[in-house]
């Protein structure tokens, strides 16, 4: 606000600061050099004195612009507005424009959600109307990395207030939950300006909101722009969904290739969506059962490749169709640089489209009447076999048209027109010649033989068009295992979308058939020796079932996959005891001995004869010995726990645990180190729900691991916070920090991530300490100190306290 202000002053004009709340920050104080500032008016509220705007004093200095920090401000009660937002609204109807300041926090439209996520209520807030009203709305953003290191750079709070800052409200989660919110709603308001440039301009077209996007693919060369253009609907969306889906239909689709569909599958999958790919005869419908199934919103589709003839012969396409069919679902018809271009195999469950089929039977009563009249105006100029063949050649055309059906229809009306019109005698349906009866009789046959022929040929291409498209289906599945993507849930849901049903279970052929809906087919096949894969919704065709079957063998191997990996899942625990077992004899080689041998040293000198020792030496040996068995007693205690940890034998007794007397304790045994242990923002209302003795425990290991890694001279520091239903406590160190990439394998026993030092334990601390928190019901996780270290946080659940006087009156 303050730089906008020195901008727009250093090109002349009228500014001034209303007012500006610095909070002492140096860098901030130092931007109001140079910019005239309205005096601040007093007032008092229960005896204390507050410093405000001075509303009448801006209103009469009548600047061009005055800087108003603050816009959700309650004000101090003795003025005429309560809020300073009311009091911007004063100067902007006098006629001073506003440059004014606001978190995303105070909005009111967010409050409840600022206050879930932050466990913060906000007290001040303003309404989003007064923000949106807004000449332009400038959002200041900061990664919370950024922000948080700004912070441990004492550039926004004291030095003594920034871990507890830190710790509490400026959490990594939730300055990233906070930011997300502020882009969110900026967005919108953007949107917002969009839409009203676009009205006012009579700019047509819809802007996209967040959506489930579905886009087919025949697998012509149109379909990388389908995905694109879908995947850009998609992203214009937060979260919106990508879907692809292929029908593998019985009559295909000119051009189709399962290259191209094996290629567009990888790009719609690098963009973020996945493949589907169904088996349905009637392509509108099978892809809107898709469409709905996944609760798609938008369907995009390219345009027809059919040229402008094939439209006008053969109806409607699969776009038009779609269209019609689709209800609430979007529909997007994408034109590409093959529209047009292409051309369209049949699109029916039958041997042919619905206008051939209806074209043929008329064409076939049609065609020989009018080759008749034609015949009959031209007697005289072709003989009886000329005009047989003419007759020959119509029903063949009508063969190729409607097939074996309206090829009889158009062979009986031929016979009959030509027997009375053309064969002697004329006018009669008798045959005065037995060549002209043979030559009716095998033009009959031969019309018959055509038509069978042709539409022999249609169905056989029908047949291969199935097998085509049972092979892309196959080929999909088994691309799906190749991809690992082999689990029994997943191939039983590609089951279910593939064939369109309403459901995909398997059942154990003992316990028999699951409850079903009434009137709903059933079809079930084996799967193995002891499954059943039972399927719902509509009767399959025996083409399907053959299909069906083979996804049944699949699901069968991945059976005996998840069993397989179970066996080797029940192994891997005692593989994993005896590595564990191998690396403590490997410790206890010398983490053991090192005390063992320090006590033995110690007693059998104090037990010897041959040397006189002083009061001194021998209390420097009784202690050595002493130090050398806790040292020794730890490292049982550590050992013997984490066993009991693996074995699932370890003993809790929860109880609402006080916080802050774990840390007294913790603080009263720590030993004398160079690195001071300090608490700061310890609540001493924070009662968590944890064994006493293990949360100790748990807390002394953090805390000496935080010393052992934090140079002399630093700090180590201690702060719990409340955060929804949990205490976090906070164990800062001003360390090395650790690589993001070794922030579980700290957690592994035995190990000491690069530790030179091998006198400091087994390497068991850090790994006890966090099987100790689960056991409890917790977690223990690391996170970078900003400005250089490891915080380790350690969360439990939260214990709700009675206030003392809620108490008495229970």
């Known amino acids: 606000m303050l730089d906008e202000g020195r901008r727009r002053a250093a090109r002349g004009t009228d500014v001034v600061v209303a007012f500006a709340e610095c909070h002492k920050r140096p860098n901030t104080e130092a931007m109001l050099d140079g910019l005239e500032m309205i005096p601040r008016t007093e007032r008092e509220y229960r005896g204390t004195v507050f410093p405000e705007m001075d509303l009448d004093a801006v209103l009469a200095r009548a600047p061009q612009v005055a800087l108003v920090d603050e816009l959700p401000h309650t004000n101090i009660p003795g003025g005429r507005n309560a809020k300073r937002w009311e009091d911007i609204g004063e100067l902007l109807s006098a006629g001073i424009d506003v440059v004014t300041t606001v978190n995303i926090q105070h909005l009111e439209s967010l409050n409840d959600v600022v206050r879930k996520i932050t466990g913060v209520p906000q007290r001040e807030t303003v309404p989003d109307e007064i923000v949106r009203r807004a000449d332009q709305i400038e959002l200041v953003d900061l990664p919370a990395e950024a922000l948080r290191r700004r912070m441990a750079h004492g550039n926004v709070y004291a030095p003594e207030k920034v871990d507890a800052a830190l710790s509490h409200y400026f959490r ?291 047949r291969a068009a199935n097998a085509t498209a049972e092979a892309e289906t196959l080929s999909s599945l088994a691309g799906s295992i190749l991809r690992g993507d082999q689990a029994v849930p997943a191939l039983l849901e590609r089951t279910r979308e593939t064939f369109g049903l309403e459901s995909a279970e398997l059942v154990d052929q003992d316990t028999g058939m699951p409850p079903g809906s009434d009137g709903t087919a059933v079809v079930k096949v084996p799967v193995g020796h002891d499954n059943l894969l039972v399927l719902r919704g509509r009767t399959l065709a025996a083409s399907e079932r053959r299909v069906l079957t083979a996804f049944a063998a699949h699901v069968s191997a991945a059976l005996e996959r998840a069993r397989l990996a179970e066996a080797a899942a029940e192994v891997e625990p005692v593989k994993a005891a005896d590595r564990m077992r191998t690396a403590l004899l490997a410790a206890v080689s010398h983490d053991l001995r090192t005390p063992l041998a320090s006590t033995w040293a110690a007693v059998s000198s104090l037990r010897s004869t041959d040397v006189e020792f002083s009061d001194e030496d021998r209390d420097e040996l009784l202690a050595t010995a002493e130090e050398s068995l806790d040292k020794l007693n730890r490292l049982v205690d550590n050992l013997l726990d984490m066993s009991r940890l693996q074995a699932g034998a370890l003993t809790l007794h929860l109880q609402p645990t006080p916080l802050a007397d774990v840390l007294a304790q913790v603080l009263d045994t720590l030993p004398e180190t160079p690195v001071p242990v300090v608490p700061g923002a310890l609540d001493g209302a924070a009662v968590v729900l944890a064994d006493p003795p293990l949360l100790e425990r748990v807390v002394a290991n953090l805390v000496a691991n935080a010393v052992r890694h934090t140079p002399d001279g630093m700090q180590v520091r201690l702060s719990a916070s409340a955060h929804a239903d949990r205490i976090e406590l906070r164990v800062v160190d001003r360390g090395p920090g650790l690589p993001a990439e070794d922030r579980d394998r700290v957690f592994e026993p035995f190990q000491r991530l690069g530790d030179t030092d091998n006198t400091t334990g087994l390497g068991l601390g850090l790994a006890l300490s966090r099987g100790l928190t689960e056991a409890m019901g917790g977690t223990l996780t690391p996170e970078d100190t900003p400005g250089g270290g490891l915080t380790m946080v350690l969360s439990l659940s939260a214990v709700a306290v009675e206030a003392p006087e809620e108490a008495a009156r229970t």
């Open 172 to 462: 990594v989660g939730n300055l990233t939950a906070l930011r997300e919110l502020a882009l969110l709603w900026v967005a919108g308001r953007v949107d917002e300006a969009l839409q009203r440039y676009r009205s006012e301009h009579r700019i047509g077209g819809v802007w996209e909101t967040r959506e489930r996007v579905v886009v087919a693919l025949t697998g012509g060369p149109e379909g990388d722009t389908l995905i694109r253009r879908a995947a850009r609907i998609a992203d214009r969306s937060a979260g919106g969904d990508l879907l692809a889906v292929h029908i593998a239909r019985s009559d295909g689709l000119a051009d189709a290739s399962p290259g191209a569909l094996a290629r567009q599958r990888e790009l719609i999958e690098s963009l973020g969506g996945s493949y589907h790919s169904v088996v349905g005869d009637h392509i509108p419908t099978a892809l809107l059962d898709f469409a709905r199934a996944e609760n798609a919103t938008q369907l995009v589709m390219g345009t027809s490749r059919r040229g402008q003839l094939m439209r006008f012969l053969t109806g409607p396409g699969t776009g038009e169709i779609t269209t019609e069919l689709s209800g609430d679902i979007d529909v997007h018809r994408v034109t590409h640089e093959r529209s047009g271009r292409g051309r369209l195999l049949p699109t029916t469950a039958s041997a042919l489209p619905r206008t051939r089929r209806v074209a043929g039977p008329v064409a076939g009563f049609v065609l020989p009447v009018l080759l008749t009249t034609v015949l009959a105006n031209t007697r005289g100029h072709l003989n009886l076999t000329s005009e047989a063949l003419l007759f020959l050649l119509t029903v063949v055309g009508v063969a190729c048209i409607g097939g074996v059906v309206s090829a009889l229809l158009a062979s009986v009306t031929a016979s009959l027109l030509l027997n009375w019109y053309f064969i002697p005698p004329i006018g009669r349906f008798t045959i005065g010649e037995a060549n002209n009866a043979l030559a009716l009789a095998i033009f009959a046959v031969v019309a018959v033989t055509v038509a069978a022929i042709v539409d022999r040929s249609l169905r056989l291409s029908r």
